[in-house]
């Protein structure tokens, strides 16, 4: 018996106990007429079929996304690896599991990443940006550190907002030295933190955290409104000037460029026009190395539906 193995390490002939994510539980009846459950379990290694013979329950497809502890053995069906589970039940309070080691996690150490947001945050000279900084990252610091910041795209795994706008915030940081003719670096910084906020409602999340579907708000309004719309409120709690909300809320609401992209306004400051710019390279580049992490040095890629195009991974050596 081994114990919480790599789904990509598994063999055939493997008996193996451990914890894995249901990623699909679908009951069936057999030929025989007997009930059995098709399901698919996942770790961050990849996937693997797995059927529950005479199983009729509790499990099902209403528990698609969880943890689930399973002991079975690996065969071989039509030249594919198949697991044939002898035990299946939901993860328990008391049980203890790596959940890093079953769904994808940001390669960042967040606590770090949290504290650089917030030394930026108070690094802004701006008493009213920095008012409603402080007021968002109090009601949903927790959030903001811990979910995904797309669905599939760029940055899909957890904390994947929080390295998402920590990066953002950075190149933000470089690039208002660079023009201080020309932006204001505290509403840079305010909109580059704020803009992707209202992910957090945009989204439906399952029980370990990963973007499952958008929820009501989210596919009526979409994050942009929603972030521009809390902004407002806040606004008028903190009883900032009319025109710097309204900044605010230009930043959010224009931040994907164009209409064609989601934009609800086209940029129309020096400050939008960058933030646009700099949410498109970090998604992009966060692509880029996703990609090279399956494509070997020297090779292309398979054509990138967000890239529309293939890429090439050349090898060349990276400082570490």
Known sequence: MEYDKRIDEMSVGDTVEGFYILKTAVSKIASNGR???????????????AKVWDYGGPISAAEEGKVVKVRGTVGEYRGTAQMSVDRIRLAQTQDRYDLSLLVPVAPIDRDAAYREVEATVESLKDA????????????????FCEIPAAKSFHHSFLSGLLMHTGNMLKTADFLAS???DTVDRDLLLAGTLLHDFAKIEEFTFSEVGLVTDYS???KLLGHLTMGAQEIGEIGRTLGLPEEKTALLQHML????GEPEFGAAVRPMCAESELLSLIDL?????????????????????????????VIYHHGGEKET
């Open 35 to 49: 009930p059995y459950l098709n399901a698919v379990i996942s770790d961050v290694s990849g996937a693997l079929d």
């Open 128 to 143: 009213d940006y920095q008012a409603v900084c402080r007021e968002m990252l109090k009601r949903h610091k927790e959030r």
């Open 178 to 180: 660079l023009y201080a």
């Open 216 to 218: 009501v708000r989210g």
């Open 253 to 256: 609401l224009s931040h994907h």
């Open 281 to 309: 390279m970090d998604s992009r580049m966060e692509i880029y190395r996703e990609t090279f992490q399956s494509v070997p040095a020297g090779k292309f890629s398979g054509r990138i539906f967000a890239l529309d195009k």
